[in-house]
């Protein structure tokens, strides 16, 4: 099974994660996440976020999510990535990760497009929908 490792700013990994264990009445495995505040520095973050990356791959893989291209987790993020084995996706949302929880054991391909697209779909306009 592909490991799930979010790295965003603050709680809202966290409050995404709560969020998945409520809709799935359960914690899923192999799911870790990483707050940053305005004041870390991903330097000083980069041992910690690769011994939790370990927690999450457990040998398939991982999957690391993450909120905006370009900012601190991101940036932390792209220093853990491996084409392949640790892959990452940005814009992270409620239905990406419940998306990306869903086709983690279809491959990384897979994962990668499904969680993706599971994103991009869960934007809907209501009125129009």
């Given at each position: ?77 792209l220093k853990l990535l491996e084409r392949g084995r640790v892959e990452g996706l940005t814009g992270v949302n409620m239905p990406m990760l419940l998306r990306a929880l ?28």
């Open positions: 099974m592909i490991g799930i490792f979010l790295i965003t700013h603050g709680s809202y990994g966290e409050a995404l994660v709560q969020n998945v264990c409520h809709v799935l009445n359960k914690r899923p495995p192999q799911l870790i996440q990483l707050g940053m505040t305005a004041q870390d520095d991903p330097l000083d973050l980069l041992p910690m976020a690769r011994e939790m990356l370990a927690l999450a791959d457990k040998g398939d893989g991982a999957l690391v999510l993450t909120d905006i291209f370009g900012a601190s987790p991101a940036n932390l993020a869903t086709y983690r054991d279809k491959g990384m391909d897979t994962l990668l497009i499904r969680a993706r697209d599971g994103g991009r779909d869960g934007i809907i306009n209501m009125l129009d929908h």
